[in-house]
């Protein structure tokens, strides 16, 4: 017999491993390893370049501007590549 002050307490629990997400087929990746001293220096220097360091607004956007600078500098600089161009067409 239970007395009011027992409860009973039922858990369900299910572990699972981290879940991977695959990119989209076609989605570009910048080839950070391409990254050395020489084109470090040209990173910085195109960076520096762009008109999008403005310091006025809304924190948010200018962290979004300022990273969206870094992308597209580095993807100029260092190259990009797609997931899935390893693989031999016609395999």
């Not at 950070?32 to 762009?50: G, M, Q």
């Amino acid at each position: 017999m239970l007395n009011d002050t027992t409860r009973l307490l039922v858990l369900d629990v299910e572990i699972r491993g981290a879940v991977r997400r695959k990119r989209k087929v076609g989605v570009h990746k910048v080839k950070w390893l391409n990254l050395n001293e020489e084109n470090a220096r040209k990173l910085s220097k195109k960076i520096r370049r762009e008109d999008k360091w403005k310091l006025e607004g809304d924190l948010n956007r200018i962290w979004e501007e300022m990273a969206d600078c870094i992308r597209r500098s580095a993807r100029k600089v260092l190259g990009v590549s797609r997931e899935g161009s390893r693989r031999m067409k016609g395999a």
